[in-house]
Nanobody
Framework: QVQLVESGGGLVQPGGSLRLSCAAS????????MGWYRQAPGKQRELVAR???????KYVDSVKGRFTISSDSAKNTVYLQMNSLKPEDTAVYYC?????????WGQGTQVTVSS
């Protein structure tokens, strides 16, 4: 019933920036955690960044200092600002929200970093 709509992916050159957005289709109460995951071809899905009320923010080491996760609770939206992008950041990015203790996922948005 809950749909997460992602946007902001695309093709950028190394060193460029993108901002990903993920918004729930309706007003939702009880969101405890929002995060972004990514999966490159032939590789396992990994947590990129997470924000929660209890634990704050967490980033995978490879994106620290380059990516910033933020949220707008009034809009039920999570963002991922990605700067200084590298080719190894190329992947399908999925947003995730934990709502009433259950996981919900976006459909994924492609991010390609190439010259």
């Amino acid at each position: 019933q809950v749909q997460l709509v992602e946007s902001g992916g695309g093709l950028v050159q190394p060193g460029g920036s993108l901002r990903l957005s993920c918004a729930a289709s309706a007003t939702i109460l009880g969101i405890s955690t929002m995060g972004w995951y990514r999966q490159a071809p032939g590789k396992q899905r990994e947590l990129v960044a997470r924000i929660s009320s209890g634990s704050g923010t967490k980033y995978v080491d490879s994106v620290k200092g380059r990516f910033t996760i933020s949220s707008d609770s009034a809009k039920n939206t999570v963002y991922l600002q990605m700067n200084s992008l590298k080719p190894e950041d190329t992947a399908v990015y999925y947003c995730n929200m934990v709502i009433w203790g259950r996981d919900y996922w976006g459909q994924g948005t492609q991010v390609t970093v190439s010259s």
